[in-house]
């Protein structure tokens, strides 16, 4: 079993930063994709950034391209969301999600990732 936890959230104004982190723990934790997601209020739950676990190789959003930096720390079992220049769209309830039983190209489908976190929010103001 794998847990994810993650931490960070909270309110900041338009035009701020925020770090997102989300803690890995369990047997023997490892991955092949760790992502992060989002669902804002009334919406459905998207894509923002993933990871590829070995290659480090990161992916992101058209809508936080630029703005957002995924990164991971092996040692530590945690992945990073580094996120600056928020707008108020940026608000939402972020999750870290895992990609543990098999490798999947496709790392934007909800269904691809095996753990989820119980999310974080993340409340921008204007």
């Known amino acids: 079993q794998v847990q994810l936890v993650e931490s960070g959230g909270g309110l900041v104004q338009a035009g701020g930063s925020l770090r997102l982190s989300c803690a890995a723990s369990?047997?023997?934790?490892?991955?092949?994709?760790m992502g992060w997601f989002r669902q804002a209020p009334g919406k459905e739950r998207e894509f923002v950034a993933a990871?590829?676990?070995?290659?480090?190789?990161?992916y992101y959003a058209d809508t936080v391209k630029g703005r957002f930096t995924m990164s991971r720390d092996g040692a530590k079992n945690t992945v990073y969301l580094l996120m600056n220049s928020l707008k108020p769209e940026d608000t939402a309830v972020y999750y870290c999600?895992?990609?543990?039983?098999?490798?999947?190209?496709?790392?934007?489908?909800?269904?691809?990732?095996?753990?989820w976190g119980q999310g974080t929010q993340v409340t921008v103001s204007s």
């Open positions: 369990g047997r023997t934790f490892s991955s092949y994709t």
């Open positions: 990871i590829r676990w070995s290659s480090r190789n990161t």
């Open positions: 999600a895992a990609q543990v039983s098999r490798y999947y190209s496709d790392y934007v489908q909800e269904r691809n990732y095996d753990y």
